[in-house]
């Protein structure tokens, strides 16, 4: 059965000498895996986190489906050209892989991350982007930290919870926790690479924690070499 979407390319992976398997975050059907014949000649479209119109053809017997096209439909300007820019796409495309593998139609997330893409092509002072993207991600993925208090200076992991102690948590600090409440809270705090570096590791074990089969990243490296002084 031939049908149309909008995806978000995450991920490809060679399946013969001119084809291969592509996965995509779609508007209508959630995520979904196909075999692209003929992709290699195409390879400048496939770049993470690129919006597309595509053209497919369902498989009863088997979860691949048939892609046949793909075309850009969101004009960026800047994300597969500028380094830093395209480093953080290859780390969310990375996450959202491993995070949505399962995932159904959801209007609400897709929306979410197109905002955020556009956020990322366009908008200046990204040291903190990723930490942000992964914090607000959590609310709809249903695994969303909760603030048990509003003078809270501590984050239980495990739990998911922010509340007031008198000790720092074992896998997150008391600076690392304040710096989570303010991203939660929709404020950008000024922090040198060093607190960037720990905050972005806090959120990726706090993942750990709740997403199955998270593991780790490859691209988690090079995520953290693009902001280093």
């Known amino acids: 059965m031939k049908e149309n979407d909008i995806?978000?390319?995450?991920?490809?992976?060679?399946?013969?000498?001119?084809?291969v398997i592509v996965s995509y975050f779609t508007?209508?059907?959630?995520?979904?895996?196909?075999?692209?014949?003929?992709a290699k000649k195409k390879a400048s479209h496939l770049f993470p986190l690129?919006?597309?119109?595509?053209?497919?053809?369902?498989?009863?017997?088997?979860?691949?489906?048939?892609?046949?096209?793909?075309?850009?439909?969101?004009?960026v300007q800047n994300i597969p050209f500028?380094?830093?820019?395209?480093?953080?796409?290859?780390?969310?495309?990375e996450v959202l892989q491993k995070c949505l593998t399962h995932t159904e139609k959801d209007?609400?997330?897709?929306?979410f991350v197109h905002q955020k893409i556009e956020r990322l092509d366009k908008g200046e002072d990204l040291a903190l982007f990723p930490s942000s993207f992964l914090l607000e991600l959590t609310y709809h993925l249903g695994i969303e930290p909760h603030v048990l208090d509003e003078n809270?200076?501590?984050?239980?992991?495990?739990?998911?919870?922010f509340h007031f102690s008198d000790t720092a948590d074992l896998n997150c600090s008391t600076d690392v926790a304040l710096v989570l409440l303010s991203l939660l809270r929709g404020n950008i705090p000024d922090v040198n690479y060093s607190m960037r570096k720990e905050v972005l590791n806090t959120i990726l074990l706090y993942y750990k924690f709740h997403i199955d089969h998270f593991g780790n990243l490859k691209t988690k490296e090079i995520i953290e070499s693009i902001f280093t002084p």
């Open 107 to 111: 209007e609400h997330l897709f929306s």
């Open 152 to 161: 809270s200076n501590a984050f239980n992991l495990a739990d998911g919870e």
């Open 27 to 38: 508007r209508n059907h959630g995520f979904q895996k196909f075999i692209f014949r003929g």
């Open 50 to 75: 690129n919006l597309q119109e595509l053209v497919y053809y369902h498989r009863p017997e088997s979860e691949l489906g048939n892609l046949v096209s793909a075309e850009s439909t969101l004009e």
């Open 82 to 93: 500028d380094p830093i820019r395209s480093s953080i796409a290859y780390f969310l495309a």
């Open 7 to 19: 995806g978000i390319f995450l991920q490809r992976t060679v399946y013969s000498e001119s084809s």
